[in-house]
């Protein structure tokens, strides 16, 4: 089993719609959770960090954690063609492991 | 503030031939460094990590080595390159050995051997 899933899509949604992209796992030790943003043909940016559970908002991006579930979700809200990317979640606690990423296409 | 920089962009190679990538952190002392390659589909593959001058832990056993020379530069390098060796090589640095608070990755150098 690996320690991270992410669909990998591709997800394709018309602008303005809302995005859900999730991640599960299956190590408890897990306390740090992060989204990551690629654009094609850069490397990955720092998205969203949080600490163990609950939510966290910045702007139209929303992450949230359910320890207890062992899944991670990233919200976007009115989504914009330039949202288009590949989405990685990444999380650590001894050691810090990435998803394999989720294309998303937002359609004007 | 913090930048890292990582070149070439792009690279061309044939088989056999040897390989030098550099990557250079400013604006931090004593980084944690990172090499990984990215496949199509397959996320982020782990190659190199340093957690300082002169230490290189490998994940990976493969055509590929790692060096540290200077506190702020990692140079990944391959004697001879291989048509698997071919992918995107991203270089990243964090602040903590395990990564806690996210790693800061390079724009990736997309090498392709032929």
């Known amino acids: 089993q690996k320690e991270v899933e992410q669909d990998p899509g591709p997800l394709s949604v018309p602008e303005g719609a809302i995005v859900s992209l999730n991640c599960t796992y299956s190590n408890s030790a897990f306390q740090y959770f992060m989204w990551y943003r690629q654009y094609s043909r850069k490397g990955p940016e720092l998205l969203m960090y949080t600490y163990s559970s609950g939510n966290k908002e910045d702007g139209r991006f929303t992450a949230q954690v359910d320890k207890s579930s062992k899944y991670i979700s990233l919200f976007i809200r009115d989504s914009q063609p330039s949202d288009s990317a590949t989405y990685l979640c990444a999380m650590s606690g001894n050691q810090f492991y990435f998803g394999t990423g989720t294309s998303l296409t937002v359609i004007p | 503030s913090q930048t890292i920089h990582q070149w070439p962009a792009t690279l061309v190679q044939p088989v056999g031939s040897p390989l030098s990538l550099e990557c250079t952190v400013e604006?931090?002392?004593?980084?944690?460094l990172y090499w990984y390659r990215q496949a199509a589909g397959r996320g982020l593959q782990l190659l190199f990590y340093s957690v300082g001058i002169g230490q290189i832990s490998s994940e990976v056993p493969q055509n590929l080595s790692a060096s540290r020379p200077q506190d702020r530069q990692f140079i990944l390098s391959s004697k001879k390159l291989l048509l698997s060796d071919s992918g995107f090589y991203l270089c990243a640095w964090s602040p903590l050995r395990q990564g806690y608070y996210g790693y800061t990755f390079g724009s990736g150098t997309r090498l392709t051997v032929v």
């Open positions: 604006g931090t002392s004593n980084p944690n």
